[in-house]
């Protein structure tokens, strides 16, 4: 065992790319939430996102080209959804694991060519003079800019649900769609809006694990991340700045576990494997102690007609 190997800025650098992933998924699935809509989907959005933003970035030799399409391939599919739940009024439950699976088969269709194909490389944002302070630059500043991105989005979302008209709207919906539409309202808009939001961050994330943190394309990559982005916005009382922090604990307990194995800690691999899942799970559960800030239609299905 050899801990010495093991480079504190390096890991610290790592652990926001690992984070950013989950980050935006979850960031994405909290507005969802807000607007009072459970989707279960968000894996599937996921990894139709990483096929769809590797393939169109192959083809293309553009990642940024990439990028965007899976944000768009990650909305359509939340259309999917949003048809199924908003239209013909059908579980949301149901309709969202529906969703997870028909995205891992697709992906797993679409992908069969791409299996071993490198993809064109996103170039590091590496901010002048900034990136050269010591420890600091490489930890903050020498990152790509989705990662940039992602904090961005973040407080953009906190903006928008405390300080705007809009996120005043998609709260109250989702705190009663009845008297939302009583107030005049398109429910059904906004929880359209929300969910194809929630899609494109999704597919955002996606593309993030095949296209940056992972360069290739393997069947089933997301390995799960969606689930934790669905947990990781429940155990932070949908709080943008609580997913934030959640987001980066998982992704430096995630690095911390693989560089112990790099370093020959003597600990069974599966253990340290599932380590940060447990990690992350009881640390977040002990921040949610206030779990007023759930939506109070969350998961209840609107009719106009009502």
Known sequence: MDLSAI???????SLMVAATPLLLAAIGELVVEKAGVLNLGVEGMMIIGAISGFAIAVETTSPMVGLVAAMIAGAVLSLLFAFLTQF??????????????????????????????KPP????????????????GPILF????????????????????????????????????????????N???????????????????????????VPQW???????VGWIALALVVFASWKPWRVLLGA???????????NLQAAGIAIPVEYLAMSPYLITILVLV?????????????????????
């Open 248 to 258: 980066y604990l998982f992704g430096g307990i995630n690095v911390l576990q693989l």
């Open 121 to 136: 490389a996103m170039a590091k944002l590496d901010i002048p003079v900034l990136s050269d302070i010591p420890v600091l």
């Open 286 to 306: 002990i921040m949610s102690a206030d779990k007023s800030g759930a939506p109070a239609s969350l998961g209840r299905t609107f009719h106009a007609s009502q």
């Open 142 to 185: 020498s990152h790509d800019p989705v990662l940039y991105i992602g904090l961005a989005l973040t407080a953009a979302v906190y903006w928008f649900l405390k300080k705007s008209r809009g996120g005043l709207i998609l709260r109250a919906v989702g705190e009663s769609h009845d008297a939302a539409h009583a107030l005049g309202y």
């Open 88 to 117: 013909a009024l059908a579980n949301q439950v149901a309709s969202g694991l529906a969703l997870t699976l028909f995205g891992l088969g697709l992906s797993a269709l679409m992908g069969q060519s791409y299996v071993g194909i």
């Open 7 to 13: 480079n504190p800025v390096l890991l610290i650098a």
């Open 218 to 224: 393997t069947e089933g990559m997301t390995a799960g």
């Open 187 to 213: 429910v059904i808009r906004v929880r359209i809006l929300a969910i194809m939001f929630g899609g494109a961050c999704a597919g955002l994330g996606g593309a993030y694990i095949s296209l940056i943190r």
